[in-house]
């Protein structure tokens, strides 16, 4: 499967090719390609002594890729602009407004 068109997979790797913390997380520990497995539960465990902002970032790109779970999007106010340009430009790629 070409998972550059899957918008899901798609949002999910624009997050975590762009934000700093996440991207030490692109391993197939964590994000298996090859095999199209994200592996959430290691995620959120290693995710719990990150900051506020970097645990939303992880739980959004998360929830665009399964859909799963739930997010408060009120939680963005912690986040600096350069995330919250990311977290737009990431929901645009997994609703298809680009």
Not at 36 to 44: C, D, E, N, R, S
Request: glycine letters at 4%.
């Amino acid at each position: 499967m070409d998972r550059s068109k899957d918008p899901n997979w798609s949002a999910l790797l624009y997050l975590f090719s762009n934000h700093d913390k996440l991207q030490t997380c692109l391993t197939s520990e964590f994000v298996d390609l090859e095999e199209g497995i994200v592996h959430q539960k290691a995620l959120l465990k290693k995710s719990k002594v990150w900051s506020r902002s970097e645990q939303f970032m992880l739980k959004l790109a998360l929830y665009l890729y399964s859909g799963n779970g739930k997010m408060d999007l009120n939680d963005m106010d912690y986040l600096d602009e350069k995330n919250k340009n990311l977290v737009l430009n990431a929901m645009k790629i997994r609703f298809k407004v680009m």
